[in-house]
């Protein structure tokens, strides 16, 4: 049995176990979440490509034929040459992006070689994939150093000292007008036109410049230049890959093969792709209690694609629980704690997958804050005319604080809450005007309106702090 199949092993019987238990759910992240490292060389073809394929939304031409270049490459002792491409267009990522780098690093535990492509030249261009207006043009500096904070971020999930790294300026920065122009008459308008974000744009009257249109055709060349036999990349950079299929055949290179990985929804369960601009992301630099909760806070229908996209669980593990949550044999809750702490002990390690689970049970299984423990505290006899946003920024470390606050006001998740002796709870949802107004104000009229006293506490989302002084 291979390595991966008797963590399967083992893993199975746990999942088998009463997963409200602590040590039970302390095992299981220690066996899956090993997996992460583990050397999968001696997976045979077919598994290798049915792993690969499990996580893909589309394996072009099949799932199949990379069985068979596997084995092709393995029987002459060589690996499959693997691309992914990164335009460093953002200083910092979520979780979402994570999910190529994953199954990026599964084809390198199985030892395939992995190029990644810096796309220092294209990020100037600006990739417009799932783009309803222009992109903004970068500068060198901000490539470097987005670059730098995206490796560090995707480091968890990627071993990046394994990997070897081309800039497309290397190459794309050499073609001169005349042999792009040659390039460009071999390839349809209608090839580059056919993409449903750029119809709808031009539908809308919103601009589209030429740089955006030929965007598919530099990403392709970086294919050519590499000769590589698979690319990865996300659903919504299909067409850019098949159009590398296109430009290496018209160079008499054998196409790619290529692995469209999923688009992960948002926390929020609207639909949505995850991202910063919808407020619906888990941040790779979010604080241990920070992703804890977040998952916490997900509808349950998205447990199962973020056990895909996140953990390394195989489609059998996945299938066993969710059996066990249909047969109501497995609360839903106590399986969400279990992916929670997946995701949390893979950015901060296991003792603090731990600590998130034990803070989360002590703060939302009792019904007094006053169990939960130390809490921050704000005294209001000393900060009692300073903002609640400003207040939040300092006590429970939101940032930027004005926009965090009013974010959560509007979801209704900035509360005051009054925990009177014995032992009620009475709360009082802060409206998002409230946010900005100094704290000792507020409390003193919501306490005048509700007529109630008892210990005085403020929530906003899952973070709590006691309020003293007044």
């Not at 469209?260 to 407020?279: C, F, H, Q, V, W």
């Not at 694609?305 to 489609?315: G, H, I, K, S, V």
């Not at 006899?381 to 509007?410: C, D, M, N, Q």
Request: charged share 25%; net charge negative; glycine share 8%.
């Amino acid at each position: 049995m291979t390595r991966l199949g008797d963590s399967v092993q083992r893993a199975s019987q746990l999942l088998a176990q009463d997963l409200s238990s602590d040590e039970t759910v302390e095992r299981l992240l220690a066996e899956t979440g090993s997996r992460r490292y583990m050397d999968l060389s001696d997976l045979p073809a077919k598994e290798q490509a049915a792993l690969i394929g499990a996580r893909a939304v589309e394996v072009l031409p099949s799932v199949e034929k990379l069985a068979e270049d596997i084995e092709a490459k393995t029987a002459v002792g060589k690996g499959l040459h693997v691309k992914l491409g990164i335009d460093p267009t953002a200083a910092d990522v979520h979780l979402g992006h994570a999910v190529q780098m994953i199954v990026l690093s599964r084809f390198q535990r199985m030892g395939h070689d992995v190029t990644l492509i810096i796309g220092d030249f294209t990020a100037k261009i600006g990739d417009p994939s799932g783009r309803t207006a222009e992109r903004p043009a970068l500068t060198d500096e901000d490539i470097a150093e987005n670059l730098a904070g995206y490796q560090d971020q995707v480091r968890p999930f990627f071993d990046f000292e394994n990997v070897s790294f081309r800039r497309n300026s290397d190459w794309l920065g050499k073609i001169g007008f005349a042999e792009l122009i040659s390039l460009l008459a071999q390839v349809p308008a209608s090839a580059l036109l056919q993409r449903e974000d750029f119809r709808n744009r031009l539908a809308q009257g919103s601009g589209l410049t030429m740089s955006e249109l030929i965007y598919p055709v530099a990403m392709a060349l970086d294919s050519v230049e590499l000769d590589c036999d698979i690319e990865l990349g996300g659903v919504d950079q299909l067409l850019n890959m098949q159009m590398g299929r296109r430009l290496m055949e018209l160079h008499d290179q054998r196409p790619q093969m290529i692995a469209a990985m999923p688009l992960i929804e948002g926390t929020d369960g609207s639909g949505a792709k995850m991202s910063k601009s919808k407020d619906n992301y888990i941040g790779l630099t979010a604080a241990a209690d920070d992703v804890y909760g977040k998952i916490m806070s997900i509808p349950d229908r998205l447990m199962v694609p973020y056990l895909r996209a996140w953990t390394e669980w195989t489609d059998a593990e996945i299938d066993q629980v969710t059996a066990r949550c249909e047969a109501k044999t497995l609360h839903p809750m106590d399986l969400k704690k279990v992916l929670a702490g997946e995701v949390v002990a893979a950015l901060h390690g296991a003792e603090a997958a731990k600590a998130a689970r034990a803070g989360f049970t002590a703060q939302f299984s009792k019904k007094s804050f006053g169990d939960v423990g130390t809490l921050p505290v704000v005294d209001a006899a000393e900060h009692g005319g300073e903002g609640i946003a400003a207040i939040l920024s300092r006590v429970l470390e939101f940032t930027p604080s004005a926009s965090a606050a009013r974010r959560i006001a509007k979801q209704n998740g900035l509360k005051l809450v009054v925990e009177t002796e014995s032992g009620d709870q009475h709360s009082i949802v802060l409206p998002e005007a409230e946010a900005l107004r100094p704290l000792g104000e507020v409390v003193t009229e919501k306490l005048a309106e509700a007529d109630v006293s008892g210990t005085l506490y403020l929530k906003a989302g899952r973070k709590i702090a006691q309020i003293q002084g007044l």
